[in-house]
């Protein structure tokens, strides 16, 4: 089963090469490589140029990482598609395993998402996405059955980690591109419905958090990061997309928790004593609220089970 690998890279001529080089050094054979280079301006064109044919490169303006992954799409053949940032890396055998799950279930598993471990800029471990997620599969290899549920209460990193039958991301309408942030978790919360998801325990990505991308600038803003997500909430229940009344309701109150965040965040920034006070009342409230939901029976925990040979 032809898989397609697209890399969208803006201005990484530092970290590029070894990005491409782990999708090249795939177990799985039927493969192909696109890597989108949206506008650079550095020497990323040309530290592409060294792989010849063996990778395809597509150059455009800039328009974005949404734009530029669904233009690798467009560009491509795989009955599955899998994306990597061009900062990280993948283990050898994260497409195999990925496809023989796949493989295993049949079509109504429409993605299947790996963990990955998270390495600081000294190269040290920070952790694992899926412990960060409260994702607790009890296996190795299996499949999900709620990530409905399961994502509109938390966010799972997901562009690196999946890969997704094409038939379902062109079914859903691929990246929404006018999101330059969050474009992941807004996608994520679309597929949830269209099928179960395999899952596989094993680290099988290298997510490094020592670079400068849009996203890692974001997660520095915390005020930032806080409006765009409640934007992005508001504009998927705005659009319904088929969830089911839990995960409305879950979104709703998460989108209520944000937007009383900003309002904390506002008055702190203020400055008057009076603000600064009312405000971190506020924010430590919240924090209470989350701890207390996020023990409540209603929290919905990971369900799935086992898959084996």
Known sequence: MLVSVIIPTFNRAGTILPAVES???????????????????????????????????????????????????????????????????????KIERQVNLMERVGERMCCCVCNAVVKDEEGETEGHTFDFSGIKPGFTEGEWTNPEDVLATRFLL???????????????????ESLRLLE?????????????????????????????GIGVECMADHEKHTRVRAKVISDILAGGFGLGKGARGNLQRSLD???????????????????????????F?????????????????????????
């Open 23 to 93: 999708a090249l050094a795939q177990t799985h054979q039927d493969l192909e490589v696109i890597v989108v280079d949206d506008g650079s301006t550095d020497g990323t064109a040309d530290v592409l140029d060294q792989f010849g044919r063996g990778v395809k490169v597509v150059r455009q303006a800039n328009a974005g990482p949404s734009a530029a992954r669904n233009r690798g799409v467009k560009e491509s053949n795989g009955a599955i598609v899998a994306f990597l940032d061009s900062d990280d890396h993948w283990t050898p055998d």
């Open 257 to 283: 928790e944000l937007e009383t965040e900003v309002n904390s965040i506002t008055m702190i920034k203020r400055g008057d004593l009076v603000s600064k006070s009312l405000g971190r009342a506020l924010g």
């Open 158 to 176: 997901f562009n690196q980690v999946v890969a997704i039958r094409r038939e379902a991301f062109e079914k859903v309408g691929g990246f929404n």
């Open 184 to 212: 992941d978790y807004e996608l994520s919360i679309r597929l949830s419905v269209t099928g179960t998801w395999g899952v596989i325990s094993d680290p099988l990505v290298i997510k490094y958090n020592d670079t400068k």
């Open 285 to 309: 409230s919240l924090r209470a609220r989350r701890a207390v939901r996020r023990r409540s029976p209603s929290w919905p925990a990971f369900q799935g089970r086992p898959i084996t040979l």
